[in-house]
């Protein structure tokens, strides 16, 4: 059996390997890019791979650790005590532990209790198709305070689904958020753990292609296939941007759900409908190289809706600046909507919008600290995941037969992550080695 596998990202990487493992098929995978790794794939900061977007592992990523270790790479995972801080009203406040919740002053004393107990309360909840019919908004409201709703849910919605977006957003893909975060720590007055891969995650992706292709798997890269089409016989055609043209008996496409609806020929009205209905927001990372440590927090939550970007993260923080030539690396991160003013913003004009709220963080940056800046555009970073979300989700089988789909639109309820990605490209494996041979 001949089986295709469009993108060289977790997840189709993932469903290559299990496939070369578990059958004698032969598998090819194109990629359009040059490279491997699809959302996070790196650039070099002083020769040192690093994310185009930042990222990290939790502890509850069983998936993605379990695989690290089958690749041999599971003491390359660094742990490391993260650091969290919120930002309001161009204050910034430690928010790592419960004792840190109650000295969150933007909040009166009660409601800080509350915001502690409606934080637990929703990671407390087993069913999460009890919350499909709400949105975020929606259950936030009957729940907690308008004065903690204003204070952190809506500043956070906002910062990761823009003004546009963050009331549609359904309480199940908060629920899922919250949940993994607190999976991610020991007990509930321990402090986060976080996993880095000592050299990337390109070494999680070069490990995995190299064993897909020890068995066989050919990876094509710099491949963008232009056409899926089904043929009479059942087998699938697809064509490539040169004008070849290849035959398949099975194809897992794990592009994004614009990019599928776009190249496919012959899908149901009633799944194209689904696909055009998902829609996405880009992630636009201004990453700057630092002379000197702009905060002691991993991780800043800009719920200062004043400011032009919604989170810092400083790499750094994490692991260690020698690294990276000794920069100070900080991700300056949005999630925007293509037609969003601030999207349109090239690097320099981002820049120069961003660099007075840097002062608000930390009073002695200058702009003379910066060494460098690299910028990121990411399409397709986030999906948008609605209320009764289930329902409008597109399947994975796509009414063509043998041609499935998985990407991070139908990752749910939990938000979209490396870990999922590869939970993901087993179980599109599954699908299409449960499948009867052609003819
Ligand atoms: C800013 C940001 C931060 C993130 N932070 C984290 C984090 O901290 N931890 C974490 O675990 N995850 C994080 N993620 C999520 C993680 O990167 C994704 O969940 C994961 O990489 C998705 O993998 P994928 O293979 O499903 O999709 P992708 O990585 O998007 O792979 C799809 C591949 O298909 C290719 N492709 C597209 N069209 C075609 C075509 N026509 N022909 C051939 N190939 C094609 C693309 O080039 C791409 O390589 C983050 C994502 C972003 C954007």
């Not at 798997?217 to 491949?223: C, T, Y």
Request: charged share 20%.
């Amino acid at each position: 059996m001949k089986i295709a596998i469009l993108g060289a990202g977790a997840t189709g990487l993932t469903a290559a390997l299990r496939i070369a493992q578990q059958t004698s098929s032969k598998v090819t995978v194109f990629e359009k890019d040059t490279f491997l790794g699809g959302h996070a794939s790196t650039f070099q900061i002083n020769g040192t791979p690093i994310e185009k977007g930042y990222h990290h592992w939790f502890t509850s990523d069983n998936k993605i650790i379990d695989l690290m270790s089958e690749l041999g790479l599971e003491d390359k995972i660094g742990w490391h005590e993260s650091s969290v801080g919120t930002v309001f009203n161009s204050k910034t406040y430690d928010f790592m532990t419960p004792l840190d919740l109650l000295r969150y002053k933007p909040l009166s004393i009660n409601n800080r209790i509350l915001l502690g107990l409606s934080s637990l309360k929703i990671s407390k909840i087993k069913n999460w198709h009890d919350l499909e019919n709400f949105t975020a908004i929606e259950w936030l409201n009957k729940n907690v305070s308008s004065e903690i709703y204003k204070a952190f849910w809506e500043p956070m919605l906002i910062g990761k689904f823009g003004e546009e977006h963050y009331k549609e957003v359904g309480m199940p893909w908060l629920w899922g958020k919250m949940n993994t975060r607190f999976k991610s720590r020991e007990g509930f007055f321990s402090k986060e753990k976080l996993g880095y891969p000592t050299g990337s995650f390109d070494i999680f992706f070069n490990a995995l292609s190299k064993k897909c292709e020890d068995l066989g798997v050919k990876i094509h890269l710099n491949s963008p296939i232009t056409q899926i089409k089904k043929n009479e016989s059942g087998t699938l055609t697809l064509n490539m941007n040169d004008g070849e043209t290849l035959q398949f008996d099975s194809v897992i496409a794990t592009v994004p759900s614009n990019v599928f609806d776009k190249i496919t020929i012959g899908l149901p009205h009633s799944y194209k409908e689904k696909l055009q209905k998902t829609r996405y927001m880009s992630a636009v990372q201004l990453i700057l190289e630092l002379k000197n440590q702009l905060s002691k927090y991993y991780w800043l939550n800009i719920a200062d809706r004043t400011f032009p970007f919604v989170g810092v993260i400083e790499h750094t923080n994490l692991v260690h600046q020698s690294v990276y030539g000794n920069s100070h690396v900080i991700y300056l991160s949005n999630y925007l909507t293509t037609q969003s003013p601030l999207y349109k913003l090239n690097e320099n004009e981002l820049l120069q919008k961003y660099l007075p709220f840097l002062n608000q963080i930390n009073p002695n940056f200058s702009k003379d600290w910066i060494i460098k800046s690299h910028f990121q555009k990411i399409p397709g970073a986030q999906p948008i995941i609605e209320s009764e979300y289930s329902r409008k989700m597109p399947s994975h089988e796509t009414g063509i037969e043998n041609l499935v789909l998985g990407n991070t639109s139908q990752i749910y309820p939990q938000d979209r992550g490396t870990n999922y990605s590869v939970e993901l490209g087993e179980k599109l494996a599954e699908l299409v080695m449960k499948k009867p041979i052609n003819n």
